[in-house]
C-alpha cells in the first residue's frame, strides 16, 4: 500500500481507467505487516501535470515519480527507476480524452462558474 504503482485497465473496447499511487512521502520508517511483522515503508512522492495537445481531444497526463534513497551520504529523493520505466525527462505519459470546453467556461473562465 505504500509503494508507488501506476495502472491502466480498459473493459470492453472502453476508454482505459487509469490509478496512479505514489509512495509516502512522510511517515513511519517501519509499520506491523500481516502477521505482525516490520515492514520497512518506502518513501518518496509523485509529482505530475496535464498538457493540453493542440488541436486534439486528449490530453497527456505526465507523472514524476520520486523515491527517497538512502545511501553512505545519507538520504535523498531522485527519480524511481525501480518501479517505473521512465523517459528521458525522469517521467512517464498517457493520453487520456479531454473534456469539451464548453462556450461558458471559454468566455468567463471557472472564477466566473464558482460564483453562481
Known sequence: MHE?????????????????????????????GPGGRAVTRLHGFSAGRFELLPGAA??????????MLTSAGGRRI????????????GSFAY???AARRTR?????????????
Open 4 to 32: 508507488g504503482t501506476a495502472t491502466s485497465t480498459a473493459h470492453g473496447g472502453g476508454h482505459a481507467r487509469h490509478a496512479l499511487q505514489g509512495a509516502s512521502l512522510f511517515g513511519l520508517e517501519e509499520h506491523d
Open 58 to 67: 486528449q490530453a497527456r497526463v505526465r507523472v514524476f515519480p520520486r523515491r
Open 78 to 89: 531522485d527519480r524511481d527507476v525501480s518501479a517505473y520505466r521512465l523517459e528521458e525527462r
Open 95 to 97: 493520453e487520456v480524452p
Open 104 to 116: 461558458r467556461l471559454a468566455r468567463g473562465g471557472i472564477g466566473r462558474l464558482m460564483r453562481r
